[in-house]
């Protein structure tokens, strides 16, 4: 790495640290191997992995990347000052910080009095010393050191002088980062500005030293961690590094305690696209909306649709006057090109739609239609007609895809259904509602009659296993097929029992997943209606078709 840094920002991931500590989120060592191997093809320059000692699995995860290292990221450990009252070469944290065998250790200390005195339960003078021969004492060994200033927003607003002085400490015994935490997560971004501002005048004079590999550093840098509870953490980050931080901690997905730290899938793109800061390089920008998915997969979590960037939806343009406008000049309701995050342009298809709208979608589904062709509104008007009976095609675009070939007599059909019966005992536990679920199907197949039986755990797995079982020696492929998610939705729920229900049925052949719908006041009509589709689609996709659209999207490598 060359010296000149003077447009560069350090992001600093500490998903699998901080962002472990949010309500229902759990790594195993090997969910935390995969998600440091994904940020360092990222390009992320420091991965925070955890703080050896807490706990055997990260003692493990420190141990396994020593024998398999990553190939350009810095991993960090983590810990705090030496605990009062002992010698930081006596205290058996520090010696679990060590034997990590990282070259870089973030250490954080209490920068707000009050935290000093009634959380450490020991005097200023104790933890000014804490942090000074922590510091000093990694230094010794060899360690290079980032220093965490928690809670220091709140510790400079209540006793500014006592809070610049841990920071003093923590230059004079050799820290080459100082990172200022917005811990509790409640400073506004003018708020950042400000004392950023003073700190990075307050670290001029800090100790002046030669050029280094990471780091670069000729002084003292300053660095941000911030966190969402008042729905600031990232422009919270972006205003810190605005008045002279030159690292940004944050999380992938926003992940965190409480309401999360500063996306990084907001930090990364707004910095470099936005303000011209060089983060990651843009061949690897390119790869943050995969990155993203990829690690919501490994830590078992919804993507969230509508993330900015990297959400499904963050590109995704509804309304026909959008639609044709975009077609135009997609500037006109897009602040950058999805494609520099590795997103993509989804033309969502509803009963707002217009002309505009399904030309485009039909072309991402490798069909040609022209706007005079009187199939186009045929199309437009059939989609408008199941629209208004609860179907719903912006979250089922393999049905709408089925349905346009069938307007335009393209619709293969594979296999043909001739009667269907389910039964169940029922059960009074509400947990477990069915027992002995069988469903029987008769279908034709090239003018061939096949009757099958199949057990499941409800009725709607059992239909689907049935199914399967009958199709499966015609189309081995489908042995391939799993549902991976089923949504239920009552659309008219004044009517009782006799409402509608929409069932949206996710399926996956392991590679590309989709989505399709059924409607009917019979929930088991509903759902056979979209599990027919699901397999129907499934088909045709491995019958060697290659479909653009979003629904059938490519599954996260790995």
């Not at 002279?244 to 992938?252: E, F």
């Not at 649709?305 to 000049?329: M, Q, T, Y």
């Amino acid at each position: 790495m060359t010296c000149d840094r003077t447009n560069q920002i350090w992001i600093y991931d500490t998903t699998l640290r901080d962002g472990a500590q949010r309500e229902g989120l759990s790594l195993s060592l090997e969910d935390k191997l995969r998600i440091a191997r994904e940020l360092d093809r990222l390009g992320i320059p420091f991965i925070e992995g955890g703080w050896p000692g807490a706990n055997p699995k990260d003692v493990q995860f420190f141990w396994q990347l020593q024998e398999e290292p990553l190939t350009q990221a810095e991993v960090v450990a983590f810990c705090s000052t030496r605990r009062p009252g002992i010698a930081a070469a006596e205290d058996s944290m520090l010696q679990a910080i060590l034997a990590a065998g990282t070259r870089w250790v973030t250490i954080f200390g209490k920068s707000w009095d009050l935290h000093v005195i009634e959380g450490l339960k020991t005097s200023l003078e104790e933890n000014l010393a804490m942090i000074q021969d922590t510091i000093a004492y990694l230094r010794s060994q060899g360690r290079r050191v980032i220093y965490d200033a928690e809670h220091w927003f709140d510790g400079y607003k209540q006793n500014p002088d006592y809070a610049l002085k841990t920071l003093e400490t923590a230059i004079a015994s050799g820290a080459e980062w100082l990172v200022l935490c917005d811990t509790n997560g409640g400073t506004l971004p003018h708020e950042v500005s400000a004392i950023v501002g003073d700190v990075a005048e307050f670290v001029k004079g800090g100790n002046q030293g030669p050029c280094r590999d990471v780091a670069c550093n000729v002084s003292t840098k300053l660095g941000i961690h911030t966190h969402n509870d008042a729905e600031m953490a990232v422009a919270n980050a972006l205003a810190a590094v605005m008045a002279g931080a030159q690292m940004v901690q944050g999380t992938i997905n926003g992940y965190g305690e409480r309401c999360g730290n500063a996306n990084l899938c907001s930090v990364i793109p707004n910095l470099q696209i936005k303000l011209g800061y060089s983060c990651i390089a843009d061949d690897r920008l390119m790869h943050l909306t995969e990155a993203s998915r990829a690690i919501s997969e490994v830590v078992n979590l919804a993507p969230d649709d509508h993330a900015p960037f990297v959400g499904r939806s963050a590109f995704a343009h509804k309304g026909g006057i959008h639609v044709s406008a975009v077609e135009r000049n997609p500037l006109t309701y897009e602040h950058i090109a999805p494609e520099l995050v590795g997103n993509q342009r989804r033309i969502v298809i509803s009963e707002q739609s217009g002309l505009s709208n399904i030309l485009i979608k039909a072309r991402s589904f490798g069909i040609d239609l022209d706007k005079q062709d009187p199939t186009c509104r045929q199309i437009l008007l059939r989609l408008k007609e199941l629209e208004h009976q609860g179907y719903q095609f912006e979250a089922a675009e393999a049905s709408f895809d089925l349905l346009m070939r069938s307007v335009l007599g393209q619709r293969q059909h594979f296999f043909e259904i001739k009667g269907w019966s389910v039964h169940c005992e029922m059960l009074p536990n509400p947990a477990l509602p069915y027992r002995n679920c069988l469903a029987t199907v008769k279908v034709a197949v090239n003018g061939q009659d096949i009757l099958e039986s199949a057990e499941g755990n409800g009725p709607v797995s059992a239909l689907d296993a049935a199914l399967r079982k009958a199709l499966v020696n015609f189309y081995p492929e489908i042995a391939l097929f799993q549902l991976t998610d089923y949504k239920v939705r009552i659309l008219d729920s004044g009517d009782g029992t006799s409402a509608k229900t929409r069932v949206l049925i996710e399926s996956s052949n392991g590679v590309r997943r989709w989505t399709t719908v059924g409607v009917c006041s019979n929930i088991l009509e509903a759902s056979y209606q979209a599990v027919i589709e699901g397999i129907e689609y499934g088909i045709w996709l491995q019958s060697g078709k290659e479909v653009a659209g979003a629904d059938a999207q490519r599954l996260p490598a790995g």
